[in-house]
T-cell receptor, first 113, second 113 residues
Framework: DVKVTQSSRYLVKRTGEKVFLECVQD?????MFWYRQDPGLGLRLIYF???????EKGDIPEGYSVSREKKERFSLILESASTNQTSMYLC????????????FGPGTRLTVL | DAKTTQPNSMESNEEEPVHLPCNHS???????IHWYRQLPSQGPEYVIH???SNVNNRMASLAIAEDRKSSTLILHRATLRDAAVYYC??????????????FGEGTQLTVNP
């Protein structure tokens, strides 16, 4: 079974802190994704990566950055956390070839106080 | 990704079949039909996908209309564990390398004991 793990299930941080969310997948997938999920807004894509050291902005990249130094690991960084970044963060991975099924981690619920 | 339309909510009784509909009248010839579900407090989970023919796997069946403008996810015997939000998503085989998923609001399935 494909496994996507995220470093924390729950995280509480203070405004202005730098926050690292880590995601690891064990299926040698080229593509990795970071989404956030908020009530009434569905899943929104923050960043994705289709190879090591490659990254592309999604729909809402402002306030976030990412790092992909190894194929299996994709990190989301909140440079200076703000209260409007309180959300559920979901990592996913997939092969680039059809049908590109995405496998999700369990999510990290981040609260910024 | 092309747009899909699903009912906001559906109810079923345990051990009865459930038919979850999805309309996708603007589907293109290269779009795969994917279904994901999200259990409470978990990340989305892949359920099934298809292109033109009906598909079966251990979780569910997917029935695709002949004109491909609609599809139905079939859970043959609903269990309490099947209570989740079900998302119907169209994926373009020839889409961008990012292969982003666009989740709508989905159908909230309630299973009554």
């Amino acid at each position: 079974d494909v496994k996507v793990t995220q470093s924390s299930r729950y995280l509480v941080k203070r405004t202005g802190e730098k926050v690292f969310l880590e995601c690891v997948q064990d299926m040698d997938h080229e593509n990795m994704f970071w989404y956030r999920q908020d009530p009434g807004l569905g899943l929104r894509l923050i960043y994705f990566s289709y190879d090591v050291k490659m990254k592309e902005k999604g729909d809402i990249p402002e306030g976030y950055s990412v790092s992909r130094e190894k194929k299996e690991r994709f990190s989301l960084i909140l440079e200076s956390a703000s209260t409007n970044q309180t959300s559920m963060y979901l990592c996913a991975s997939s092969f680039p070839r059809s049908p590109r099924t995405q496998y999700f981690g369990p999510g990290t619920r981040l609260t910024v106080l | 990704d092309a747009k899909t339309t699903q009912p906001n909510s559906m109810e079923s009784n345990e051990e009865e079949p459930v038919h979850l509909p999805c309309n996708h009248s603007t589907i293109s010839g290269t779009d795969y039909i994917h279904w994901y579900r999200q259990l409470p407090s978990q990340g989305p989970e892949y359920v099934i996908h298809g292109l033109t023919s009906n598909v079966n796997n251990r979780m569910a069946s997917l029935a695709i209309a002949e004109d491909r403008k609609s599809s139905t996810l079939i859970l043959h015997r609903a269990t309490l564990r099947d209570a989740a939000v079900y998302y119907c998503i169209l994926r373009d085989v020839g889409g961008a390398s990012g292969s982003r998923l666009t989740f709508g609001e989905g159908t909230q399935l309630t299973v009554n004991p």
